[in-house]
Structures are given as C-alpha cells and as structure tokens.
C-alpha cells in the first residue's frame, strides 16, 4: 500500500500532537497538514489545490466555526473524491447521523485503541466503512427516529416511540421500562395506537409500522 496522506482537523492542539505523533511513527502515515477548525481545513484544501490533497481527512465533530458535519459537506462539495473520517467523544444519534449524511466515510470514538483507529482509516482510504457495534447502533436508531418524526400519521412521538417497540416485540413492562414510564401508561399509549391506526391488535400495529417501513428490520 503506497503512504496514506492524512490531513488532522481538530480544536485541541494537544489532540492533533498527539495523532500526528503516533501516525507518524506508522511508514503507512504520512501527516501533511493540521487545521484547527474546519473553515482553516477548507482553505488549506483549496491552497493546496486538486493535486496536494490528502487521502483522508480526520477530523473533530464539535469544532468552533465550522463543526465536522457542516464541514464534510463544505469539503465534499469542492472536492467530491475527498475521504473524510469522523473522530470525536460525541455518540448523540443525531450527531451521527448528521455526519454520515454530510459524506463521512466512518465515524470512530476517540476511545477506540490505536489499532482500531488504523484499521479505521485504512478502511476508509478503500473506500469502506467501519464503525464499532456502538455507533452502528446509534446510526440505526438516529435514522429511525428521524423517520418516525417525518411522518404525518397523527401519532405523537410517545405513540410512536410505543409503536416502535411494539414491532420490535416488546411487552408492555419492557416498554415501560425502557421509555421510563408506568404500565398503565404504556396501556393507554397502546389503546391510543389502536384507535388512530383503526387496528384491533398488537400483531396488527407490528405489521403496519413494517409496512410504513419506520421497524428496524431484521
């Protein structure tokens, strides 16, 4: 594999010292620019021109200026071939969905170890995601809920947090459990559900939340 091009955007300064010491101690790394906020990692890119870029492009989430999502989508715009990877202490669902839908390649935690982060940005110079079983989650849930909010059925967003859980096969007590709520609550939600929906059954509300595509599938 020829010397991957890395370009560090980060807030901190002893963050950024502290990735370029270890990727340069790797003959795979080669650390070409550091950028203390997004806007500075946009112009570096364009000062650089098509033919300086980096391969890959690691960067904080919660930056002054420009943060990491508003900066990937700037930066893809302008250079669409560009490789980005996501490093932060952030897991919100919304924060990663956020960032992989501006174009990031991975999003990674700044608590995986060292290998996990190679692993990470070498997958990302092919071009592949990875992402640890957390984050994946929260992706998958930040989606789902992003979903579930753009709907227009009627349903408030308890009902439909309710309705989720109950495609997933869950009881009442584990709903009410996980949504921090009484049983008797968790009823009153699910008669709601049957009425507005016009449907007789729990089975009946699985399926319709299926076929409105808002169940994680299986």
Known sequence: MSVIKVLLVDDHDMVRMGLKTYLMLDPKFEVIGEAGNGAEALNMLRGWGQEGLPDLVLMDLMMPVMN????????????????????????????????????AVSYVLKTVSAEELIYALQGAY????????DVSQALTRGIRQRTVQGDSSGLTER???????????KTNKDIGE?????????????????????????????????????AQQG
């Open 68 to 103: 990491g999502a508003e900066t990937t989508r700037a930066v893809l715009a302008e250079f669409p071939g560009l490789k980005i990877v996501i490093l932060t202490s952030f897991l919100e669902d919304d924060l990663v969905v956020d960032a992989i839908e501006a174009g």
């Open 126 to 133: 092919r071009g592949m995601p990875v992402m640890t079983g």
């Open 159 to 169: 009902e439909k947090e309710v309705l989720l859980l109950i495609a997933e096969g």
């Open 178 to 214: 996980e949504l921090h709520i009484s049983i008797k609550t968790v009823k009153t939600h699910v008669s709601n559900l049957l009425m507005k929906c016009e449907l007789d059954d729990r089975t009946q509300l699985a399926i319709y939340a299926h076929r409105k595509g808002w």
